[in-house]
């Protein structure tokens, strides 16, 4: 199974692919979504955000897809602007008819480096070990991935769950 995972951002978008073979991991691909910074206004930095992932959905095919939560911080306007950016990574998806799991960022860490105050630097290490040999874009492409790994710790676990479940059935 290929798994997209997505950490919102409104002017940087990190993406990762993985596919997902059993408990094996294997490293696709993984970028950055740049929207147009400070000269463009909002509706057109979200349309070359929806663009870009687009592009890379339609590029790389994932049968699942997993966004992160949005980090609430002390700026209303910032916090707002983010969840508009975090509203193109859940369109996006869907318009591929997806179903798109959602991680709060504490349940990403704690899956993938297991303390759920992980710092950046310890989630890039830990998924450089889980996809030896990936070559990472920037922090929000790792954390892309992370929130991809996460999805499919997720989706091993729901598996087990149902199998296990059919067998004592």
């Known amino acids: 199974m290929r798994v997209i995972g997505i950490d919102p951002g409104l002017r940087n978008l990190g993406w990762g692919v993985i596919d997902v073979d059993g408990s094996r991991l294997t490293h696709v691909a993984n970028g950055i979504c740049h929207s147009d910074g400070e000269d463009g206004d909002l509706a057109t930095r979200l349309l070359s955000l929806h663009v870009q992932l687009t592009a890379v959905l339609r590029d790389h095919d994932p ?93 091993q676990s729901a598996g087990r769950l149902q199998a296990a479940l059919r067998a004592a059935g």
């Open 63 to 155: 049968q699942a897809a997993a966004v992160e939560h949005t980090f609430v911080n002390k700026d209303a306007v910032a916090t707002l602007k983010l969840g508009q950016a975090r509203g193109i990574a859940l369109l996006v998806p869907a318009q591929f008819g997806l179903t798109v799991g959602e991680y709060a960022p504490n349940a990403v860490k704690k899956t993938v480096v297991g303390v759920g105050h992980a710092a950046k630097v310890q989630v890039d290490h830990m998924v450089k070990l889980h996809l030896p040999g990936v070559k990472i874009a920037g922090p929000d492409a790792a954390d892309a991935l992370a929130v991809a790994i996460c999805h499919a710790h997720h989706l």
